[in-house]
Protein backbone atom coordinates (compact mmCIF):
# COMPACT_ATOMS: atom_id res chain seq x y z
CA UNK A 1 0.00 0.00 0.00
CA UNK A 2 3.04 2.50 1.01
CA UNK A 3 4.95 1.46 -1.62
CA UNK A 4 1.59 2.05 -4.60
CA UNK A 5 0.83 5.49 -2.00
CA UNK A 6 4.62 6.52 -3.08
CA UNK A 7 4.78 5.92 -6.88
CA UNK A 8 1.38 7.98 -7.11
CA UNK A 9 3.53 10.67 -5.04
CA UNK A 10 6.42 10.77 -7.52
CA UNK A 11 3.76 10.90 -10.70
CA UNK A 12 1.84 13.85 -9.04
CA UNK A 13 5.53 15.64 -8.47
CA UNK A 14 6.50 14.82 -12.21
CA UNK A 15 3.38 16.74 -13.57
CA UNK A 16 3.04 19.27 -11.20
CA UNK A 17 7.26 19.66 -12.38
CA UNK A 18 7.86 22.28 -15.18
CA UNK A 19 8.66 20.57 -18.45
CA UNK A 20 12.51 20.94 -18.78
CA UNK A 21 13.43 23.38 -21.65
CA UNK A 22 14.14 22.28 -25.11
CA UNK A 23 17.57 22.59 -26.53
CA UNK A 24 18.54 25.35 -29.53
CA UNK A 25 21.76 23.65 -30.44
CA UNK A 26 22.04 25.67 -34.13
CA UNK A 27 21.18 27.76 -36.25
CA UNK A 28 17.52 27.80 -36.42
CA UNK A 29 17.23 25.28 -33.95
CA UNK A 30 18.26 21.89 -35.93
CA UNK A 31 19.61 20.49 -39.22
CA UNK A 32 17.02 21.52 -40.83
CA UNK A 33 16.45 24.93 -40.04
CA UNK A 34 12.45 25.21 -39.76
CA UNK A 35 12.99 27.91 -36.72
CA UNK A 36 10.28 26.26 -35.09
CA UNK A 37 9.15 25.07 -31.63
CA UNK A 38 5.48 23.06 -30.78
CA UNK A 39 5.64 25.84 -27.60
CA UNK A 40 4.72 24.09 -24.27
CA UNK A 41 4.54 27.83 -22.14
CA UNK A 42 1.39 28.61 -20.29
CA UNK A 43 0.27 31.73 -22.00
CA UNK A 44 -1.62 32.60 -25.10
CA UNK A 45 0.16 34.60 -27.85
CA UNK A 46 0.91 38.62 -27.05
CA UNK A 47 1.28 40.52 -30.14
CA UNK A 48 4.15 43.53 -28.96
CA UNK A 49 7.69 44.70 -30.41
CA UNK A 50 10.79 45.76 -28.61
CA UNK A 51 13.53 48.10 -28.75
CA UNK A 52 16.99 46.57 -28.56
CA UNK A 53 18.79 50.02 -29.72
CA UNK A 54 20.52 48.75 -32.76
CA UNK A 55 20.06 46.32 -35.85
CA UNK A 56 19.31 43.20 -35.66
CA UNK A 57 20.65 40.48 -38.20
CA UNK A 58 20.84 37.38 -36.21
CA UNK A 59 18.09 35.43 -35.30
CA UNK A 60 16.71 34.70 -32.27
CA UNK A 61 16.99 31.25 -30.04
CA UNK A 62 13.94 29.81 -27.61
CA UNK A 63 14.71 28.81 -24.96
CA UNK A 64 12.22 27.95 -22.24
CA UNK A 65 10.07 31.16 -21.91
CA UNK A 66 12.57 33.26 -22.96
CA UNK A 67 13.77 34.04 -26.47
CA UNK A 68 16.94 35.43 -26.56
CA UNK A 69 18.95 37.79 -29.13
CA UNK A 70 21.96 39.98 -29.99
CA UNK A 71 21.86 43.10 -31.55
CA UNK A 72 24.62 44.23 -33.80
CA UNK A 73 26.93 46.48 -31.03
CA UNK A 74 27.12 43.14 -28.90
CA UNK A 75 24.38 43.50 -26.28
CA UNK A 76 22.60 40.38 -25.34
CA UNK A 77 18.64 40.36 -24.54
CA UNK A 78 16.65 37.70 -22.51
CA UNK A 79 13.33 38.44 -23.09
CA UNK A 80 10.02 37.34 -21.44
CA UNK A 81 7.85 35.46 -24.92
CA UNK A 82 4.86 36.05 -23.04
CA UNK A 83 5.20 39.80 -22.27
CA UNK A 84 7.82 40.93 -24.63
CA UNK A 85 9.49 42.42 -21.43
CA UNK A 86 13.51 42.24 -21.01
CA UNK A 87 14.46 40.34 -18.38
CA UNK A 88 17.81 40.37 -18.11
CA UNK A 89 20.91 41.70 -20.47
CA UNK A 90 24.38 41.58 -20.70
CA UNK A 91 27.05 43.61 -22.75
CA UNK A 92 29.61 41.62 -24.41
CA UNK A 93 31.93 44.18 -24.97
CA UNK A 94 32.51 43.00 -28.43
CA UNK A 95 30.05 43.53 -32.02
CA UNK A 96 28.06 40.35 -32.93
CA UNK A 97 26.88 39.31 -36.74
CA UNK A 98 25.92 35.81 -35.05
CA UNK A 99 23.03 34.09 -33.82
CA UNK A 100 23.05 32.33 -30.11
CA UNK A 101 22.49 28.78 -29.30
CA UNK A 102 21.62 28.01 -25.89
CA UNK A 103 22.18 24.28 -24.34
CA UNK A 104 21.18 22.91 -20.68
CA UNK A 105 21.25 26.69 -19.06
CA UNK A 106 24.32 27.63 -21.18
CA UNK A 107 24.03 30.45 -23.97
CA UNK A 108 26.76 30.39 -26.71
CA UNK A 109 27.42 33.05 -28.89
CA UNK A 110 30.21 34.25 -31.51
CA UNK A 111 31.42 37.96 -31.88
CA UNK A 112 34.39 40.03 -33.31
CA UNK A 113 36.54 38.79 -30.10
CA UNK A 114 35.69 35.05 -30.40
CA UNK A 115 33.18 32.89 -28.96
CA UNK A 116 31.38 33.02 -25.52
CA UNK A 117 29.85 31.02 -23.37
CA UNK A 118 26.91 32.81 -20.96
CA UNK A 119 25.09 31.19 -17.63
CA UNK A 120 21.36 32.43 -18.64
CA UNK A 121 20.96 32.16 -14.71
CA UNK A 122 23.58 34.05 -13.48
CA UNK A 123 23.94 36.30 -16.52
CA UNK A 124 27.97 35.72 -16.23
CA UNK A 125 30.22 34.45 -19.01
CA UNK A 126 31.41 31.54 -18.18
CA UNK A 127 34.07 31.76 -20.37
CA UNK A 128 34.99 33.30 -23.84
CA UNK A 129 37.37 31.83 -26.50
CA UNK A 130 39.90 34.45 -28.63
CA UNK A 131 40.09 34.07 -32.05
CA UNK A 132 39.39 36.01 -34.64
CA UNK A 133 35.54 37.41 -35.79
CA UNK A 134 33.14 34.16 -35.33
CA UNK A 135 29.71 35.35 -37.68
CA UNK A 136 29.33 31.40 -37.75
CA UNK A 137 26.52 30.16 -35.65
CA UNK A 138 27.88 27.48 -32.93
CA UNK A 139 26.59 24.03 -33.63
CA UNK A 140 26.15 22.06 -30.14
CA UNK A 141 26.57 18.38 -30.34
CA UNK A 142 27.94 15.36 -28.15
CA UNK A 143 28.96 18.44 -25.64
CA UNK A 144 31.05 20.00 -27.96
CA UNK A 145 30.78 23.04 -29.81
CA UNK A 146 31.41 23.42 -33.34
CA UNK A 147 32.04 26.74 -35.07
CA UNK A 148 34.10 28.69 -37.81
CA UNK A 149 35.99 32.02 -37.65
CA UNK A 150 37.05 34.24 -40.33
CA UNK A 151 40.70 32.76 -39.08
CA UNK A 152 40.05 30.31 -41.37
CA UNK A 153 39.56 27.39 -38.15
CA UNK A 154 36.79 25.21 -37.84
CA UNK A 155 37.00 24.76 -34.06
CA UNK A 156 34.83 22.44 -31.41
CA UNK A 157 35.20 23.51 -28.11
CA UNK A 158 34.25 21.35 -24.76
CA UNK A 159 31.47 22.49 -22.20
CA UNK A 160 35.29 24.32 -20.41
CA UNK A 161 35.91 25.83 -23.47
CA UNK A 162 38.85 23.78 -24.55
CA UNK A 163 39.97 23.36 -27.81
CA UNK A 164 38.88 19.41 -28.86
CA UNK A 165 38.73 20.23 -32.80
CA UNK A 166 41.13 22.49 -34.51
CA UNK A 167 41.36 22.37 -38.43
CA UNK A 168 42.45 24.92 -40.57
CA UNK A 169 41.03 25.52 -43.72
CA UNK A 170 40.97 28.02 -46.38
CA UNK A 171 39.16 31.32 -46.60
CA UNK A 172 36.79 32.65 -43.74
CA UNK A 173 34.64 30.45 -42.07
CA UNK A 174 30.95 32.61 -41.94
CA UNK A 175 28.66 29.46 -43.11
CA UNK A 176 27.41 27.78 -39.89
CA UNK A 177 28.26 24.07 -39.08
CA UNK A 178 25.53 21.00 -38.86
CA UNK A 179 27.03 18.06 -37.39
CA UNK A 180 25.28 14.80 -38.03
CA UNK A 181 26.33 11.19 -37.42
CA UNK A 182 29.68 12.36 -35.98
CA UNK A 183 30.73 14.40 -39.46
CA UNK A 184 30.78 18.48 -39.71
CA UNK A 185 29.71 19.71 -42.73
CA UNK A 186 30.76 23.54 -43.15
CA UNK A 187 30.98 26.34 -45.88
CA UNK A 188 33.85 28.91 -46.86
CA UNK A 189 34.08 32.07 -48.55
CA UNK A 190 36.60 30.10 -50.84
CA UNK A 191 33.67 28.80 -52.50
CA UNK A 192 34.29 25.14 -51.07
CA UNK A 193 31.88 22.85 -48.77
CA UNK A 194 33.78 20.38 -46.52
CA UNK A 195 32.93 17.37 -44.52
CA UNK A 196 35.40 15.99 -41.41
CA UNK A 197 34.70 13.47 -39.78
CA UNK A 198 34.92 14.56 -35.24
CA UNK A 199 37.83 12.38 -35.32
CA UNK A 200 39.21 15.48 -37.76
CA UNK A 201 39.35 13.25 -40.80
CA UNK A 202 38.49 14.81 -44.20
CA UNK A 203 35.92 13.33 -46.23
CA UNK A 204 35.29 15.92 -49.20
CA UNK A 205 35.46 19.39 -50.15
CA UNK A 206 33.25 20.26 -53.11
CA UNK A 207 33.91 23.47 -55.04
CA UNK A 208 31.12 25.85 -56.31
CA UNK A 209 31.60 29.37 -58.52
CA UNK A 210 31.59 31.57 -55.63
CA UNK A 211 31.84 32.59 -51.57
CA UNK A 212 29.22 30.36 -49.55
CA UNK A 213 27.60 31.83 -46.89
CA UNK A 214 24.91 29.94 -46.63
CA UNK A 215 25.14 27.36 -43.53
CA UNK A 216 24.28 23.70 -44.79
CA UNK A 217 21.17 21.43 -43.57
CA UNK A 218 20.82 17.93 -43.53
CA UNK A 219 17.70 15.72 -45.19
CA UNK A 220 18.14 12.25 -46.64
CA UNK A 221 22.34 11.80 -46.68
CA UNK A 222 22.36 14.55 -48.52
CA UNK A 223 23.69 18.11 -47.75
CA UNK A 224 21.78 21.23 -49.15
CA UNK A 225 22.97 24.98 -49.15
CA UNK A 226 23.01 28.23 -51.24
CA UNK A 227 26.48 29.73 -53.15
CA UNK A 228 26.78 33.58 -53.95
CA UNK A 229 27.29 32.06 -57.32
CA UNK A 230 23.71 31.81 -57.51
CA UNK A 231 22.59 28.09 -57.48
CA UNK A 232 21.70 25.81 -54.46
CA UNK A 233 23.60 22.23 -54.38
CA UNK A 234 22.52 18.93 -52.95
CA UNK A 235 25.38 16.89 -52.29
CA UNK A 236 25.92 13.29 -50.99
CA UNK A 237 26.97 13.00 -47.86
CA UNK A 238 29.09 9.98 -47.86
CA UNK A 239 31.29 11.53 -50.97
CA UNK A 240 30.46 15.08 -51.79
CA UNK A 241 29.14 14.10 -55.16
CA UNK A 242 26.52 16.44 -57.13
CA UNK A 243 23.32 15.08 -56.60
CA UNK A 244 21.23 17.93 -58.72
CA UNK A 245 22.06 22.30 -58.74
CA UNK A 246 19.19 24.59 -59.37
CA UNK A 247 20.04 28.55 -60.32
CA UNK A 248 18.37 30.99 -58.90
CA UNK A 249 19.80 34.19 -60.59
CA UNK A 250 21.37 35.68 -58.30
CA UNK A 251 23.40 35.49 -54.89
CA UNK A 252 21.66 32.96 -52.25
CA UNK A 253 23.00 33.62 -48.93
CA UNK A 254 19.86 32.44 -47.14
CA UNK A 255 20.63 28.88 -45.84
CA UNK A 256 17.79 26.33 -46.87
CA UNK A 257 14.84 25.30 -44.60
CA UNK A 258 13.97 21.67 -45.25
CA UNK A 259 9.96 20.00 -44.93
CA UNK A 260 11.48 16.29 -45.24
CA UNK A 261 7.72 14.89 -45.39
CA UNK A 262 6.78 16.90 -48.63
CA UNK A 263 9.96 16.41 -50.02
CA UNK A 264 10.33 20.43 -49.95
CA UNK A 265 13.24 22.94 -49.48
CA UNK A 266 12.32 26.84 -49.01
CA UNK A 267 15.61 28.98 -49.73
CA UNK A 268 15.72 32.94 -50.40
CA UNK A 269 18.29 34.57 -53.35
CA UNK A 270 19.17 37.96 -53.87
CA UNK A 271 16.84 37.83 -56.82
CA UNK A 272 13.69 38.76 -54.78
CA UNK A 273 12.53 35.46 -54.57
CA UNK A 274 11.28 32.92 -51.69
CA UNK A 275 11.48 29.78 -53.81
CA UNK A 276 10.51 26.34 -52.87
CA UNK A 277 12.08 23.29 -54.99
CA UNK A 278 12.04 19.35 -54.77
CA UNK A 279 14.37 17.89 -52.58
CA UNK A 280 14.84 15.08 -54.61
CA UNK A 281 15.70 16.49 -57.94
CA UNK A 282 16.19 20.38 -57.45
CA UNK A 283 12.87 20.76 -59.35
CA UNK A 284 11.00 24.12 -58.68
CA UNK A 285 7.71 24.06 -57.18
CA UNK A 286 7.50 27.77 -56.91
CA UNK A 287 8.92 31.06 -56.77
CA UNK A 288 7.57 33.90 -54.98
CA UNK A 289 8.96 37.43 -55.57
CA UNK A 290 9.02 40.36 -52.98
CA UNK A 291 11.11 42.91 -55.07
CA UNK A 292 14.14 43.34 -52.98
CA UNK A 293 16.79 40.70 -51.27
CA UNK A 294 15.77 37.56 -49.41
CA UNK A 295 18.46 36.74 -47.05
CA UNK A 296 16.80 35.68 -44.06
CA UNK A 297 16.11 31.99 -43.70
CA UNK A 298 12.55 30.58 -44.13
CA UNK A 299 10.41 29.36 -40.42
CA UNK A 300 8.24 26.45 -40.96
CA UNK A 301 4.60 26.06 -39.19
CA UNK A 302 2.13 23.76 -40.55
CA UNK A 303 1.46 24.47 -43.97
CA UNK A 304 2.94 28.08 -43.11
CA UNK A 305 6.35 29.84 -44.28
CA UNK A 306 7.57 32.56 -42.84
CA UNK A 307 10.61 34.75 -43.91
CA UNK A 308 11.93 38.35 -44.01
CA UNK A 309 12.84 40.54 -47.16
CA UNK A 310 15.13 43.63 -47.56
CA UNK A 311 12.25 45.48 -48.58
CA UNK A 312 10.59 45.68 -44.61
CA UNK A 313 7.82 43.13 -44.77
CA UNK A 314 8.02 39.63 -43.10
CA UNK A 315 5.61 37.70 -45.36
CA UNK A 316 3.87 34.21 -44.47
CA UNK A 317 3.32 32.39 -47.62
CA UNK A 318 1.12 28.74 -48.13
CA UNK A 319 3.48 25.91 -48.47
CA UNK A 320 2.10 24.71 -50.80
CA UNK A 321 1.34 26.95 -53.56
CA UNK A 322 3.42 30.25 -52.04
CA UNK A 323 0.41 32.40 -52.06
CA UNK A 324 0.51 35.04 -49.79
CA UNK A 325 -1.49 34.31 -46.48
CA UNK A 326 -0.65 37.58 -44.96
CA UNK A 327 2.62 39.97 -44.96
CA UNK A 328 3.57 42.71 -42.27
CA UNK A 329 5.31 45.80 -42.71
CA UNK A 330 6.37 47.38 -39.61
CA UNK A 331 8.04 50.58 -41.34
CA UNK A 332 4.96 51.35 -42.76
CA UNK A 333 6.76 51.59 -46.16
CA UNK A 334 7.73 55.24 -44.95
CA UNK A 335 10.45 53.67 -42.55
CA UNK A 336 11.03 50.48 -44.69
CA UNK A 337 14.04 48.24 -42.69
CA UNK A 338 15.49 45.36 -44.00
CA UNK A 339 14.47 42.26 -42.26
CA UNK A 340 17.59 39.48 -42.71
CA UNK A 341 17.29 38.31 -39.16
CA UNK A 342 15.38 34.61 -39.87
CA UNK A 343 11.81 34.31 -37.54
CA UNK A 344 11.58 31.76 -35.37
CA UNK A 345 8.12 30.04 -34.28
CA UNK A 346 7.12 28.66 -30.58
CA UNK A 347 3.71 27.32 -30.84
CA UNK A 348 1.55 30.44 -32.39
CA UNK A 349 4.21 33.22 -31.50
CA UNK A 350 6.36 34.17 -34.42
CA UNK A 351 9.57 36.69 -33.69
CA UNK A 352 11.91 38.35 -35.50
CA UNK A 353 14.15 41.45 -35.76
CA UNK A 354 15.04 43.94 -38.23
CA UNK A 355 17.79 46.33 -39.36
CA UNK A 356 15.92 49.71 -36.63
CA UNK A 357 16.45 47.40 -33.85
CA UNK A 358 13.07 46.24 -33.06
CA UNK A 359 12.34 42.69 -31.78
CA UNK A 360 8.22 41.84 -32.96
CA UNK A 361 5.90 39.51 -31.33
CA UNK A 362 3.42 37.93 -33.91
CA UNK A 363 0.29 35.56 -33.82
CA UNK A 364 0.88 33.34 -37.18
CA UNK A 365 -2.10 31.37 -36.56
CA UNK A 366 -4.93 34.61 -35.90
CA UNK A 367 -2.90 36.57 -38.81
CA UNK A 368 -2.56 39.15 -36.08
CA UNK A 369 0.14 41.75 -35.52
CA UNK A 370 1.20 44.27 -33.22
CA UNK A 371 0.77 47.99 -33.59
CA UNK A 372 4.24 49.89 -34.46
CA UNK A 373 5.80 53.09 -33.34
CA UNK A 374 6.41 53.70 -37.21
CA UNK A 375 3.01 53.73 -37.95
CA UNK A 376 2.48 56.41 -35.42
CA UNK A 377 5.18 58.45 -36.95
CA UNK A 378 3.87 57.74 -40.67
CA UNK A 379 0.06 58.85 -39.68
CA UNK A 380 1.87 61.83 -38.09
CA UNK A 381 4.07 62.68 -41.10
CA UNK A 382 0.85 62.65 -43.67
CA UNK A 383 -1.30 64.90 -41.20
CA UNK A 384 1.65 67.47 -41.42
CA UNK A 385 1.53 66.94 -45.23
CA UNK A 386 -2.15 67.52 -45.32
CA UNK A 387 -1.94 70.60 -42.96
CA UNK A 388 1.21 71.87 -45.34
CA UNK A 389 -0.87 71.37 -48.34
CA UNK A 390 -4.02 72.89 -47.13
CA UNK A 391 -2.12 76.23 -45.86
CA UNK A 392 -0.64 76.48 -49.45
CA UNK A 393 -3.93 76.17 -51.24
CA UNK A 394 -5.57 78.60 -49.05
CA UNK A 395 -2.42 81.28 -49.85
CA UNK A 396 -2.51 80.66 -53.03
CA UNK A 397 -6.15 80.98 -53.48
CA UNK A 398 -6.03 84.54 -51.64
CA UNK A 399 -3.51 85.50 -53.98
CA UNK A 400 -6.11 85.32 -56.86
Known sequence: MYKKLLIGLVIALLCLSPIAAENWNSFAGDVTHNGYREGNSDFVTNLWTFNVQSPVHSSPAIYGDYIYIVSSDGILKAINMEKGVEEWDLDLKSPTNSSPIVHKNRLYVGCEDGLKAININ??????DYD????????????????FGSDDGHLYGLNDDGKVEFNKKLDGDLKSSPVVVDD??????TNSKMYSFDTDKSKNWDFTTGDEILSSPSYVNETVIFGSCDGNVYCLNESDGDLVWKKDLDNKVLSSPTIDEH????????DEGNMTCLDIRDGTVKWSHKTGDKVQSTAALKNNLVAFGSNNGNLYVLNKYTGLEEFTYNPGTFLFNSAITSSPVINGNSLFFGDHSGQIYSLNIEKYEVPGSTQLYLSLGILIVIMIVAVVVVVKVKRKK
Open 122 to 127: SHKVVW
Open 131 to 146: CDNVESTPFYYKDVIY
Open 183 to 188: TIYIGS
Open 262 to 269: ENSVYIGS
